[in-house]
C-alpha cells in the first residue's frame, strides 16, 4: 500500500510486510477488536492482518479517498485530522499503541472518513475490510467485536464532546497530568510518549492554546522541560 510524505507532494513506498514479533502480538491481542474474540475467530483475524512499517510524516491515507482496510496500531502515533479548503488543521484523534480507526467503515461506508498520518515512526496493523466483513457474517464473535469498537468510539466521542464544553484549557491539562501520574499527592514527574504539538491535538487545543495552559499551570507548580512535566504538588493541582 502506498503512503504519501505531506507537504512535499512525493509517493514514498510503505516499507515490505514485516512479521509479527511477540510484543507486537501482544499488543494486538490487547485491542477492544481483539481482546474478546474467540479462538476460531481469532485465529482468523491474525490471518488477515498484515503488518507495515510507517516513517515519521507518512501519510496512510486521505480524507475521500477508497477506503480498503482499518488500522491497529502496534507502536508509535497516529495522527488523525481534517482539512478545511484554506488548508486549516483540525485534530480529530490521536491514536496510540493499541488503538484501533478507521473500522467503523465496517459497518458503513466505503471512503476513508479522515486524514491519518504518522506522527512517528510507528508499526501498525492492517486489516482487509471487505475479509472482516466476510468474516463477521460466520463469526459472531467478530461481529460483536464490530458493535463493541463503534460503541466505544461513541462513548469516547461524547466525553470529548462533554470535557470541550465543561472544561477550560488548563482544566484539560490537568485532568491528562493527573490521569498519567502515578502518584496522589507530593511531587510527581511525567515524560510525554509525544511532541507537545500531539498532546494539543489529543486535547483539542492549538498549540498556541496549550502553550497557555502551560503557563497558567505554573501557579501551582507545574514546570514543563522538554517533554518531561515537574508538578510540585499533585494536590494541588487537582483543586484546578
Known amino acids: 500500500m502506498p503512503g504519501h510524505r505531506d507537504g512535499w507532494g512525493a509517493v514514498k513506498t510503505v516499507n515490505k510486510m514485516l512479521r ?36 515519521a510524516r507518512d501519510v496512510l491515507f486521505r480524507e475521500g479517498e477508497p477506503a480498503d482496510c482499518f488500522y491497529s496500531v502496534l507502536s508509535g502515533y497516529v495522527r488523525l485530522y ?26 458503513l461506508g466505503d ?20 475479509r472482516v466483513r466476510a468474516l463477521a457474517e460466520h463469526e459472531k464473535d467478530v461481529a460483536k467485536s464490530i458493535i463493541r469498537c463503534l460503541s466505544d ?19 484539560r491539562v490537568a485532568h491528562y497530568l493527573l490521569t498519567h501520574c502515578e502518584t496522589e499527592g507530593g511531587p510527581a514527574a511525567i515524560r510525554l510518549p509525544f511532541q507537545k504539538s ?3 491535538g489529543k486535547l483539542g487545543l492549538a498549540p498556541e492554546a496549550l502553550s497557555r495552559a502551560f503557563s497558567t499551570l ?14 510540585s504538588d499533585v494536590s494541588a493541582l487537582k483543586q484546578i
Do not use: W
Request: hydrophobic share 40%.
Open 198 to 200: 500531539l498532546l494539543a
Open 82 to 107: 481534517r482539512l478545511n479548503k484554506d488548508g486549516r488543521e483540525a485534530d480529530i484523534r490521536i491514536c496510540g499503541p493499541g488503538d484501533t480507526f478507521a473500522e467503523c467503515l465496517l459497518a
Open 111 to 130: 471512503k476513508y472518513l479522515y486524514n491519518a498520518q504518522a506522527a512517528e515512526t510507528a508499526t501498525l496493523a492492517r486489516f482487509d475490510l471487505q
Open 153 to 171: 468510539h461513541l462513548r469516547a466521542t461524547m466525553d470529548c464532546i462533554a470535557n470541550d464544553r465543561l472544561q477550560t484549557a488548563p482544566q
Open 20 to 55: 509479527l514479533n511477540s510484543r507486537d502480538k501482544n499488543t494486538l491481542l490487547r485491542t477492544s477488536f481483539l481482546s474478546q474474540l474467540g479462538p476460531t475467530a481469532m485465529a482468523s483475524m491474525m490471518e488477515i492482518a498484515n503488518i507495515s512499517n510507517f516513517e
Open 218 to 231: 505554573r501557579r501551582v507548580g507545574v514546570i514543563v522541560r522538554g517533554r518531561t512535566i515537574h508538578i
